[in-house]
């Protein structure tokens, strides 16, 4: 049953193609028909740096799993994409620009997941410095990714870098002279908002799922501990008795994600009533984020996480790979800004200007799991 009424438009907030947000630094002409936002989508997708994303670690760091099917930074990042098209489609925002932004928002992302991202922000703190993975992914696209003989980076449009900084965290102006471009003082748009929430929504579900395949998480735990998959575990048995726990499971984790989705559209758009929100610049000015759960969704999506990290995230399984991958991204990080003369010709190119800690942390920060146990591999050997 559809009720259109239900998910009206919100389109006058939507971010237009051909206004300032879909202009570049370097210009260029039209496409005869790819909007600049699709545009961003293929030149995001043909990036080195998205390809990367198939061997990094989203929760799984190596072979603690028995599963063949967990996700990689690479699935998550599809996941997100395809729960960020379909809200920006419904809502009639800019789907194409909160594509985008979902494709790329991990691309900044160090080998070996959270921990791995740890541990190279605590090895750049000694130099006083900090490893932030949405400035990282702004850089890669700025200058690291090399396709254009007429630029460097990716040339992307001002939206889609100004979403890259903002979609996760608000910057104040006064610490980053250097983002003065992104209109700092300014919320960014839906497109942007509503990233960091598809962001959760996926891997709430589907580290779920990655955590039961893999042994670590027990269904009965998760029905106790989680009483937004429990109510939609409950529901499915009632409606297919004979089914086997994984297809209930499956069910549950399914309806669990559609109510999240469900949830944050339909209270974006009564955050745009409540606050008479009527165009992308009242979008901009608004005295807060408009696009959030609900009260009541947002503390069992709250309940729901700290489950996961309780459970999961911070269960021993992992832990015991953390604590591996933060010894060795610290030991290769010292050791080559101990002697940079190790570093690749194109990295070593940037110790002059950028620093040694900036200019490892950067090659640190590109490789994938599968990389950067090589390196540590010969690292022994030598
Ligand atoms: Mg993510």
Known sequence: MHDTQAYKHISSLA??????????????????????????????????????????????????????????????TLEVAQIARTMAEVLGLNARLAESLALVHDIGHPPFGHAGERALDGALQAHGLRFDHNLHALRIVSSFEERYAAFPGLNLTLGVREGIVKHSRDYRAEEYPELGEFLLDQLPPVEAQLID?????????AD?????????????????????FAARYAKAERAFPAASQRLLRNEALKQMLNVLVTDLMEEIRSQVSELGIDSLDAVRRAPRRIAVLSAGMEAEREVAKQFLYANLYQSETLEAEHRRAAEIVQTLFDAWVADPDQLPADHRARVGSQGAARAVADYIAGMTDGYIEQAWSRFHLA
Do not use: M
């Open 15 to 76: 971010v237009e193609d051909n206004g300032l947000l879909g202009q570049r630094a370097w210009p260029e002409a039209a496409h005869a028909y790819r909007s600049p936002f699709a545009r961003d989508c293929g030149r995001i997708l043909h990036a080195r740096a998205f390809r990367r994303l198939a061997g990094k670690t989203q929760v799984f760091t190596r072979s603690q799993t028995e599963s063949d099917h967990s996700r990689s930074r690479l699935t998550h």
């Open 197 to 205: 929430l598809a962001d959760e929504i996926a891997y709430l579900t």
């Open 208 to 228: 779920t799922e990655d955590g039961l395949e893999a042994g670590i998480l027990e269904l009965g735990a998760v029905r106790d501990g989680v009483p937004l």
